[in-house]
């Protein structure tokens, strides 16, 4: 998933086309770490939704709703007195951080008017919304992080307002190509792995994307790069960044099947077999639909639960049985050792006086001395014969475990089939064609009257 600079640049030029200058109507925060504003403009209603969730930070305009508490939590409270029907002045990016600024204009309560910032931090679980005013003074937050759990940085009311800062990246914005060039010859690893440890607010998917575009295998080293190599991949970047400054966007969705596998601001081009991509009007619509697509996708998982643990529970037990006959099998390769002990003793036995402990003859399969241990209490014949059965038993449970291991490995073949199809499960009906499936064979036990 490349949540990253682009992408908030995308959306960032989005804002700005719809909802700055807008006038906010409504605040509601209807999840502990998520806002969802209503705004004003040009005679439109929007629905601005900010989510600071650990695994799903995510900020977009929606045309959906979302019910929320009937006791407003204090940060919803705080920013209704603050800036509820405030003007949304403008939204920008720093750089290209993960981050986006609303420059909010509202009354205060000597009516005045006076300006507020809302930053709201994209940035996994650092995710984080920021009410500060305008010289950097935090106000309150969505989340308060103190001085125990981040040594970087505290974010409470009355602290100083900062970014943290990206060590050894470069905002590609503000570089040129001989910038982005040194920056990236001088990484010690692949070269993929240079452009976004290097530059910030490109994500993995991203630098593989520009590598593509450059002719250039993101695993070679950085520092084996050509000059020439160097120059392209340098100027393919330089080129996506102006497509970033002119706000030259084009959102799209990378689909594996029907199933939504990654999405950007800008086009993919690296598409591999079985993937197909699809642009849409605006990033918003991009995100909207992407995470409506997972959350169906999800939603599936979380109900075939059931028949995950049942098949898994089944895998393990068949890998242990497997791996348990394997190791029968394997005890019973030195099977016609016994054979031969046998086979020579019938034919050297007569050598023997009785009360030996062993043999020794020569093994006219290999023509080499052997030693064959004996039974002292018995004679060759009789040892003989123990080393035949010995054989025989050995031998039929050869046989026997050959077959038991190929029906198991059919019955671990048929359960990751099943549990393949269980990954790639997107409507309920497969979920039943599957129970049914699992019902068949014995997985599941049919409860239905006889």
Known sequence: MAFDGIVIASLVHEFNR???GGKIAKIAQPEKDELLFTIKNNRENYRLLLSVNASLPLAYLTDGNKNSPLTAPNFCMLLRKHIGNGRIVSVTQPGLERVIEFEIEHLD????LCRKRLMVELMGKHSNIIFCTMDGVIIDSIKHISAQVSSVREVLPGREYFIPQTTDKLNPLAVDEEEIRAALSGFAGPVGK???CRLTG?????A????HLASIDSSVPAADLSEAEQIHLSHTIALAMDSVKEGQFSPCILFKGDEPSEFSALPFTALAPGFSLREYPSMSQVLETYYASRSTITRIRQKSSDLRRIVQTALERNYKKYDLQQKQLKDTEKRDKFRIYGELLNTYGYELSGGEKELSCLNYYTNETIRIPLDETKTAQENARKYFEKYNKQKRTFEAL???IQETKREIDHLESISASLDIALKEEDLTQIKMEL???GFIKNTAPT
């Not at 490109?202 to 991203?206: A, E, G, K, L």
């Open 439 to 441: 019902t068949e064979y």
């Open 208 to 211: 593989e994307e520009f590598c």
């Open 109 to 112: 309560e000597m009516g005045d």
């Open 202 to 206: 490109i994500s993995p998917v991203m």
């Open 18 to 20: 719809t909802i700055a």
């Open 194 to 196: 240079a452009v976004y």
């Open 402 to 404: 050959t077959e038991l």
